[in-house]
């Protein structure tokens, strides 16, 4: 049996809601092995002046635990 262990991430991007997501799973795999999946569980936006200045996103990233 498998077991798998979930942590909450919040990450941003000045390109994209994907690109934030990316950037959630690059810092993550620094420190976090065997990450099998990401879930995009919430988006938002920064605006200022009317216009998008930053994309956000709270990932789930779930990783297999060795035992």
């Given at each position: 049996?498998?077991?798998?262990?979930v942590?909450?991430?919040?990450?941003?991007?000045?390109?994209?809601?994907?690109?934030?997501?990316?950037?959630?799973?690059?810092?993550?795999?620094?420190?976090?092995?065997?990450?099998?999946?990401?879930?995009?569980?919430?988006?938002?936006?920064?605006?200022?002046?009317?216009?998008?200045?930053?994309f956000?996103?709270?990932?789930?990233?779930?990783?297999?635990?060795?035992?």
């Amino acid at each position: 049996m498998a077991i798998v262990k979930v942590i909450e991430i919040l990450s941003d991007s000045k390109t994209s809601w994907e690109d934030a997501a990316k950037n959630a799973v690059t810092e993550a795999s620094k420190t976090v092995k065997n990450i099998k999946s990401v879930y995009v569980q919430d988006q938002s936006c920064v605006v200022s002046d009317g216009m998008v200045t930053a994309f956000r996103v709270n990932v789930k990233i779930s990783f297999a635990v060795n035992s």
